[in-house]
């Protein structure tokens, strides 16, 4: 059974500081994503990596896959409170279950100045 | 095509009622996906279709949960008995068989009172 795991679950930033959240999942992926939720709404998703050493930036976030080390990172840099949310990574298997997602846990994301 | 919809965004319901949900994938989207999110948790799958076909359903869909897409269109998720414990948000997405990205509707949160 594919598991997820996302550290740290709770991350407390000071506006301007750096941090990453790891993501490891226990199976071959074909695909990894990362997503955004605010309070009370859906998913909104950042960033697909498809392929090992993908790297996607948007903004203050960059997300970097690691197939090999069954490894995600999203990393924030210069953090602002517009991106205090949770964070979500999911992975999709592939093969014939493809879209099908298994999520972690999530890392409740709090930018205090 | 605005994107996935799903129906009511909230249903506030007494233990023991059936309550239906309602989803409307993107169009020519073939797969359709129901996961259920608990506060404070990561969302979990439940059950996926393609086209009219249900293809595989989770432990968590205990026999009090039926999901159908009676057209390879829409899908209804239908819980009867209502628990105290089925309050989450219920999320729908659908993707196609090319580009395989699963966008998500808006969720619909259920109170069960």
């Known amino acids: 059974e594919l598991k997820v795991e996302q550290n740290p679950l709770f991350l407390s930033m000071q506006e301007g500081k750096n941090y990453t959240i790891y993501c490891n999942y226990s199976?071959?992926?074909?695909?990894l994503y990362w997503y955004r939720q605010d309070p009370g709404k859906s998913l909104e998703s950042l960033f697909v990596?498809?392929?090992?050493?993908a790297v996607k930036q948007e903004g203050r976030l960059m997300a970097s896959l690691d197939t090999k080390a069954r490894l995600s990172t999203l990393h924030i840099t210069a953090a602002v409170h517009d991106l205090s949310a949770t964070y979500f990574c999911?992975?999709?298997?592939?093969?014939?279950?493809?879209?099908?997602?298994?999520f972690g846990q999530g890392t409740i994301l709090t930018v205090h100045p | 095509d605005t994107g996935v919809s799903q129906d009511p965004r909230h249903k506030i319901t007494k233990r023991g009622q059936n309550v239906t949900f309602r989803c409307d994938p993107i169009?020519?989207?073939?797969?359709l996906y129901w996961y259920r999110q608990t506060l404070g948790q990561g969302p979990e799958f439940l059950t996926y279709f393609q086209n009219e076909a249900q293809l595989e359903k989770s432990r968590l869909l205990s026999d009090r949960f039926s999901a159908e897409r009676p057209k390879g269109s829409f899908s209804t998720l239908e819980i009867q008995r209502t628990e105290q414990g089925d309050s989450a948000m219920y999320l729908c997405a659908s993707s196609s068989g090319l580009a395989r990205e699963a966008f998500f509707g808006q969720g619909t949160r259920l109170t069960v009172v």
């Open positions: 990596l498809l392929s090992n050493g």
């Open positions: 199976t071959t992926s074909d695909r």
């Open positions: 169009s020519e989207h073939n797969r």
């Open positions: 999911a992975v999709d298997t592939g093969g014939t279950s493809y879209g099908k997602l298994t």
